[in-house]
C-alpha cells in the first residue's frame, strides 16, 4: 500500500486504541523475558498461540475475497496488499514451528495442544470479524492491531530471547528465532499499510470509531491471551 499522510479520521483511529496496542507491546510477557521467563510459559505461548498462527494466512484471505477491487478508490490496491501478504505469512507459519525446535515441540504437539479459553476467544474473535465485519473492521483488528502490536514486542524479544534462552541452557541457533527476527524487522511497514486499508474503507466517522472498537476488542483479546500464557 503506498503511505499517504495522516488524517483526522486516522488520528482518531489511532489515537483510540492507543492504551490497548501498549498494553500488548509492553506486555509483562515480554518485558520480563529476559529474566523471568519459564520454559513451561514459553512452552504455553508457543502451543497456545499456533492456531492464531495456523489460521491468519486463512483469515487474510477471506479479507482478500470480500473486497471488490473496483467497488472504491484503492480497492484493488487493497487486495492485492492482502495477496501478497498471505504468501509471506504462510512462510512464517513454518518458521513459528521452528520456534518450537529448541524447546522439543514437534508438529503433532501443536496438532494435539488444546489452546486455554483466553486463547481460543482471541482466534473466535477474529474469525467472527474477518468473516462478518467490515473490511475496515477486519483490517484494524487482523493487521493492525495484531501486526503492529507483535512489530513492537517482536523488537524488544530479539535480544530477551536469546539472552533467556542463553540462560536456561537451551541449545538454539538463529532458525528457531527467524519469526521473532523477521517481525522486528519488516513490521514497521505492515501497521503503516493496515492503516492505509482502515483509511481506504473507512471514510466517515461511524465507521472508523467501528474499526477502532475492532482493534480495541482484538487487543484485548490478545493481552488476555497473553496474561494466560503467563500463568503457565
Ligand atoms: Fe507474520
Known sequence: MKLTPPTELSEKFVAAQREQFKAVAEHPFFTRFATEATPAQIRKALLGFYPLI???????????DRIDAKERPRADEARDWYRR????????????????????????????????????????????????GTVAEAAAALNYAVEGATGEWTRRMRDASRARYATLGIDFNDKALRWVDAHAA????????????V???????????????AAVRSLEHYATALDDALRA
Not at 92 to 111: E, F, I, K, M, N
Not at 186 to 197: G, I, T
Not at 199 to 213: E, W
Open 186 to 197: 519488516y513490521d514497521d511497514r505492515h501497521p503503516a499499510e493496515a492503516l492505509e486499508v
Open 199 to 213: 483509511k481506504v474503507f473507512a471514510t466517515d466517522d461511524a465507521s472508523i470509531a467501528r474499526a477502532a472498537a
Open 85 to 132: 501478504n498471505i504468501k509471506v505469512e504462510r512462510r512464517h507459519r513454518s518458521w513459528w514451528l521452528d520456534c518450537g525446535v529448541p524447546w522439543g515441540l514437534t508438529r503433532r504437539d501443536y496438532a494435539s495442544f488444546r489452546p486455554p479459553a483466553a486463547m481460543e476467544e482471541q482466534c473466535d474473535f477474529l474469525r467472527r470479524i474477518v468473516r462478518e
Open 54 to 64: 495456523d489460521s491468519f494466512p486463512r483469515w487474510m484471505a477471506t479479507v482478500r
